[in-house]
């Protein structure tokens, strides 16, 4: 299956998907790297030190820092690193829903993290995105 480029498509077959998993950011000491890597969906270095998405269970066992709580929806539709807008057009959406949105685009879907509370209320917000690009 080829990537999407193009926003309109991208847009008509969104196809979110609430995961079951509820996730947590949280920093992670470079000694922790080791023995939590397996467990985390995502690492990043940044500036300031590692951190990682990762189950909250995970999280809470290991004793780590954590703020809010996420659950993650995943975008079925197969979309290119290279396409335009789509982050835009989703992360607006929600914005405009009043519902925070971190995105992590991987190699073929994109992955949005939204507080646990709103969950259900994203997935309904993307599959009105979803439904209107249809009908447009």
Known sequence: MNAEVRLEKL???LDPH?????WVFAPLQPQQ???LAEECLCLFRERE???AILPRASAERAGLQIGGTFRQITL???SSLEAVGLTAAVAGELAAAGISANVVAALRHDHIFVPEQDAQRALQVLRGLGNRAQYS
């Open 11 to 13: 847009l008509q077959n």
């Open 18 to 22: 609430l995961q079951g998993e509820a």
């Open 33 to 35: 790297l080791a023995e």
């Open 49 to 51: 030190g590692p951190s």
């Open 76 to 78: 079925q539709v197969h």
